[in-house]
């Protein structure tokens, strides 16, 4: 139990040697106004360098991560057809589309699939 506690105490105060080294190390000392802007040509530029982001586009994004994570997880379904029944493969894959279909269905139905309004 001794060793236990003592590896725990050696392990945090690594951790906090490490964390603080780093925010000391990775500070700027100095900001300069003209290494933050952009550079263009050596002018001042003519627009905003910041454009503005489509927060449709985002959230599309977000529901392509989210199905394409489920369909990963369906991936490991093959490596259980020689352990599980057939009925048992088929009934949790089922079961498991059934929710992704639900989920796109739910998105569809309150708009979030329009990319065009």
Known sequence: MFMIFTLGMI???ITVIV???ASLLSKKAIVDREK???FECGFDPKSSSRLPFSLRFFLIAVIFLIF???IALLLPLVLLMPV???NTWFYVG???LFILLVGLYHEW???ALEWAN
């Open 84 to 86: 599980a029944t057939m």
């Open 109 to 111: 139905n309150q708009g």
């Open 36 to 38: 933050s802007t952009p």
């Open 19 to 21: 964390m603080t080294l």
């Open 94 to 96: 089922l079961f498991f």
């Open 68 to 70: 394409d994570v489920e």
């Open 11 to 13: 392990l945090i105060t």
